[in-house]
T-cell receptor, first 110, second 112 residues
Framework: DAKTTQPPSMDCAEGRAANLPCNHS???????VYWYRQIHSQGPQYIIH???NNETNEMASLIITEDRKSSTLILPHATLRDTAVYYC???????????FGQGTELSVKP | DTAVSQTPKYLVTQMGNDKSIKCEQN?????MYWYKQDSKKFLKIMFS???????INETVPNRFSPKSPDKAHLNLHINSLELGDSAVYFC???????????FGSGTQLSVL
């Protein structure tokens, strides 16, 4: 039931910015965009979320287009430890029922 | 100080057995969850509890029974284990009404 489309895999050079796209063309007005990641053999980890405005925290930046139909997660200086599967999730706040899609497998290479 | 801890990390058992996975969170959160990640890596919610009350119960066989003795603990009991139950089970917690979930490191269940 995922309402998002992400590329299945991406590569990024260590130290460079990783830009992970997400298409969510059917997003409705009260739905947020969340990003989580899952490093191998670990539980998912919250990264960032937003509704309309761009957001930045210590981990990443989230750029949401004006029409809200797509977004980009930016890891400004990717490290090897950022190698993980990144999930873009679109949903209203409804009690923690995250619907994970396939995600993007990001490989950060030396 | 692990925020969400679950035990055991690995669980290998025979078909038909009954097993439990324990979860504890020390974040003071109101809501706890169980998620299942299957062999194809799809993550799906199973249950959520808020202050010991069941909130979400997805279409999970009734062989799976969550139990919340207090708001810091949510255990998962599985009766009559089947081969298809083999998966990684993740416990998580969050403040009420907030989608920032904190996940445990998972329990890999293998049913032989």
């Amino acid at each position: 039931d995922a309402k998002t489309t992400q590329p299945p895999s991406m590569d990024c050079a260590e130290g460079r910015a990783a830009n992970l796209p997400c298409n969510h063309s059917t997003i409705s007005g009260n739905e947020y965009v969340y990003w989580y990641r899952q490093i191998h053999s670990q539980g998912p980890q919250y990264i960032i979320h937003g509704l309309k405005n761009n957001e930045t925290n210590e981990m990443a930046s989230l750029i949401i287009t004006e029409d809200r139909k797509s977004s980009t997660l930016i890891l400004p200086h990717a490290t090897l430890r950022d190698t993980a599967v990144y999930y873009c999730i679109v949903m209203v706040n409804q009690g923690g029922k995250l619907i994970f899609g396939q995600g993007t497998e990001l490989s950060v290479k030396p | 100080d692990t925020a969400v801890s679950q035990t055991p990390k690995y669980l290998v058992t025979q078909m038909g057995n009954d097993k439990s996975i324990k979860c504890e969170q020390n974040l003071g959160h109101d809501t706890m969850y169980w998620y299942k990640q299957d062999s194809k890596k799809f993550l799906k919610i199973m249950f959520s509890y808020n202050n010991k009350e069941l909130i979400i119960n997805e279409t999970v066989p009734n062989r799976f029974s969550p139990k919340s003795p207090d708001k810091a603990h949510l255990n998962l009991h599985i009766n009559s284990l089947e081969l298809g139950d083999s998966a990684v089970y993740f416990c998580a917690s969050s403040p009420l009404g907030w989608e920032k979930l904190f996940f445990g490191s998972g329990t890999q269940l293998s049913v032989l």
